[in-house]
């Protein structure tokens, strides 16, 4: 695995990578087309910093024909995958991270299916 302590921490430091990863950890697989939606940010700004996460295994990824999913690598360490998790219980429920679950939660009610269905 190409991840160490630093790296790891330096990927959290940046707040659209944190915020795409806390969905990812509530939600478990997202698209990038979900991503998009729910931070409110532009397709390749999203995919710069999945790649920048992917590099560093931090997420894995499944292509199901056009459509990337991304979700965290299960085979992290246990000590990554704890500070995730609560990170998560920590800042979830704030402003920011409650705001960008709510607008991804309704997006797939309203559809009743992600957008990349």
Same mark, same amino acid.
């Given at each position: 695995? %190409?991840?160490? %302590?630093? *790296?790891?921490?330096?990927?959290?430091?940046? %707040?659209? =990578? &944190? =915020?795409?990863?806390?969905?990812? !950890?509530?939600?478990?697989? &997202? #698209? +990038? #087309?979900?991503?998009?939606?729910?931070?409110?940010?532009?397709?390749?700004?999203?995919? =710069?910093? &999945?790649?920048?996460? =992917?590099?560093?295994?931090?997420?894995? *990824?499944?292509?199901? /024909?056009?459509?990337?999913?991304?979700?965290?690598? $299960?085979?992290?360490?246990?000590?990554?995958? /704890? +500070?995730?998790?609560? *990170?998560?219980? /920590?800042? /979830?429920?704030?402003?920011?991270?409650?705001?960008?679950? $709510? +607008? &991804?939660?309704?997006?797939?009610? !309203?559809?009743?299916? $992600? #957008? #990349? $269905?």
């Amino acid at each position: 695995m %190409n991840l160490n %302590n630093e *790296t790891f921490f330096k990927m959290l430091s940046d %707040n659209t =990578r &944190l =915020r795409a990863l806390m969905l990812m !950890q509530r939600m478990g697989e &997202l #698209c +990038v #087309c979900e991503l998009t939606h729910a931070l409110n940010l532009s397709q390749p700004k999203i995919s =710069r910093h &999945l790649a920048q996460l =992917r590099e560093y295994e931090i997420v894995d *990824t499944r292509r199901d /024909g056009q459509w990337m999913y991304y979700q965290i690598n $299960s085979q992290l360490p246990a000590w990554a995958l /704890g +500070v995730l998790q609560q *990170t998560s219980s /920590g800042i /979830g429920e704030t402003e920011q991270f409650f705001s960008d679950f $709510s +607008v &991804l939660n309704d997006m797939i009610k !309203q559809t009743k299916a $992600s #957008c #990349c $269905s």
